[in-house]
């Protein structure tokens, strides 16, 4: 049995220890717990993890899993730009583009740091051009609209932190099309004038289908109104496809590159990041960047008691393999966090939703588990029943600020203390006693109190996680996502997952690409019989 069997075992047998742990117990017999069960970075974060089923003996154990799977390693690996993504044959380098590898770092003769800087000074150049109106519209006037057309990591990176940073807007409007359904783009375009919009079209690959057909609407749509010599004023590409951009009409002086070592869900640091640059400007952009950078360091050097990511990740760890828990809920109380659970479902699912080691082998325990979760309070008003009363355990990781980003509007408060109720009331629950008492208080009878108190029993002991953070700034922001993408990082290095290629996807492309032209005759009432009778059964031709 490997090193990494053998704490696998150990940790499977550590969980008999915790047969009579209840964490109201926990909190009883040890106040220092929240002391004893918490880390701090920079004086403005907290990971407070103190409600989750840990002991001193189970930090050791997840330390020791981390350190026999080689975690420190491979992240050197990364750092050195290593082929960490074998099946692509791609180094992984994102965290390059926050400054966190060596200056002098080269990867297939180019020099990473000097390629970064170069496009940068383009990107910003551009921002602040569109910002201030020295880029202009066909007309020579300012655009009031920036409309970025991307999908997946071109789309939910970008629109995460467009929309949590806010606060901080101080550029054009920017909006988001993503689905290839065409009400999304047509509702968008409906609220925009042609002269004073222009489309940023984002794609690594400049072959996506969705982003592809809404680029040709978007054209034709500008044309339309302005004719063809206004594409060039209107349009701008973020992509690594030199030759799909200047196809589609767009100069390579404005196009902004990225390269094959940035994964599209860890591209938001890249050209990727152009419309969150053109909305809060390229000093917001370089504080979000510093942010990351920040974080990788604590976590390429913190000791594991007081290494957030690496908490994080292990305690992910614990509960999905040796809990078999299968769902992970992500629950920011800010409202501008309302995507960032939607944006880790990418970074997570398709970075470690995978059944294969990176050799190709079985992995013969459970992965990825899926994660979900919207903003409080409005989630507690929906799903948080299922959290508190239902059958599964599903560990919750909280987010709040201590300060919001606006001027107080007095409500804060509340934020923070329902964010608090609900640590609170997950891990104490309440007692058949402590209810059917509440209910006799309330002045229900007996027999009254007797029926309903099992209903208001809540069997507490729920885990959760709380991240603590001073105000949702760029550099809050930009720790928080480098945080998630270490997690990931660390659970796929643990697993021997590849959390950089995603074959995954590409069946269900294939197919939509060859049933297109199927499906647009059958509904001629021609073609293909299969799908023409298909589209019969369905009452469509
Ligand atoms: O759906 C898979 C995927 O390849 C993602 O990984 C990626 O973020 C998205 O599609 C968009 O790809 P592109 O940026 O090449 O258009």
Redesign the pocket.
């Known amino acids: 049995m490997s090193s990494l069997e053998v704490v696998w075992s150990d940790l499977v047998r550590h969980r008999q220890d915790f047969a009579d742990f209840h964490l109201r117990k926990a909190f009883a017999e040890d106040p220092a717990r929240f002391d004893r069960y918490s880390a701090q970075m920079d004086e403005c974060l907290t990971l407070d993890y103190s409600r989750n089923y840990v002991n001193d003996k189970t930090l050791l154990l997840l330390e020791n899993l981390l350190l026999q799977a080689g975690v420190a390693e491979r992240f050197q690996d990364m750092k050195s730009g290593v082929a960490i993504n074998n099946t692509e044959n791609r180094s992984v380098l994102h965290i390059a583009l926050r400054g966190s590898v060596s200056d002098d770092l080269q990867v297939n003769g180019q020099m990473v740091a000097a390629d970064i800087n170069a496009v940068k000074n383009r990107l910003y150049a551009f921002a602040e051009g569109v910002r201030d109106g020295s880029i202009a519209a066909s007309d020579g006037k300012p655009f009031t609209d920036v409309v970025n057309i991307?999908?997946?990591?071109?789309?939910?990176g970008p629109h995460m932190v467009t929309r949590a940073l806010a606060a901080f807007h101080d550029g054009p409007n920017v909006h988001f099309v993503s689905n290839v359904d065409g009400a999304h783009m047509g509702d968008t375009l409906k609220l925009l004038d042609p002269a004073r919009t222009l489309f940023l079209v984002?794609?690594?690959?400049?072959?996506?289908q969705?982003?592809m057909t809404n680029a040709r609407a978007a054209k034709a749509w500008l044309v339309s109104a302005l004719g063809d010599d206004a594409v060039g004023a209107h349009f701008a590409a973020l992509?690594?496809n030199k030759e799909g951009v200047e196809g589609f009409g767009i100069s390579s002086e404005r196009m902004f590159e990225f390269w094959d070592w940035v994964?599209?869900?860890y591209?938001v640091w890249s050209a990727?990041g152009l419309p969150v640059m053109i909305a809060i400007g390229p000093d917001g952009f370089e504080d979000f960047l510093a942010g990351a950078n920040a974080m990788d360091e604590h976590f390429g050097t913190a000791p594991f008691r007081e290494n957030i990511p690496m908490l994080l990740a292990a305690l992910g760890l614990w509960y999905r393999n040796v809990w078999s828990c299968s769902s992970m809920a992500v629950l920011p109380y800010d409202q501008r966090l309302e995507y960032f659970s939607a944006f880790l479902q990418?970074l997570d699912m398709?970075s470690n939703g995978k059944r294969v080691r990176r050799d190709g082998s079985d992995i013969l325990r459970a992965t990825g588990p899926v994660i979900w979760g919207a903003a409080g309070t409005n989630g507690q008003h929906a799903f948080y029943q299922e959290l508190h009363q239902g059958h599964d355990i599903i560990p919750c990781e909280f987010m709040v600020a201590a300060n919001p980003t606006d001027a107080d509007t007095g409500q804060h408060e509340l934020l923070l203390s329902n964010c608090f109720a609900q640590v609170e009331a997950l891990a104490m629950g309440r007692t058949e006693e402590e209810a059917r008492a509440q209910l006799l208080a309330s002045g229900k009878s007996e027999d009254a109190a007797a029926l309903l108190a099992p209903h208001k029993v809540f069997p507490g002991n729920r885990p959760s996680s709380l991240l603590f953070y001073d105000q949702l700034t760029p550099k809050m922001l930009g720790r928080l996502i480098a945080l998630y993408e270490q997690k990931v990082f660390v659970q796929g290095v643990v697993w021997g997952i590849n959390s950089y290629d995603?074959w995954g996807?590409e069946l269900g492309?294939e197919l939509a690409n060859k049933l297109a032209p199927a499906v647009k005759s059958a509904e001629r009432g021609e073609g293909d019989p299969a799908i023409l009778d298909r589209l019969k059964a369905y009452r469509m031709v």
Not at 150 to 156: E, F, K, R, T
Not at 202 to 208: L, M, W
């Open positions: 991307g999908i997946g990591g071109s789309d939910l984002a794609s690594k690959t400049f072959t996506t969705e982003t992509s690594t994964g599209g869900r591209s990727i990418q398709e995603q996807v492309k």
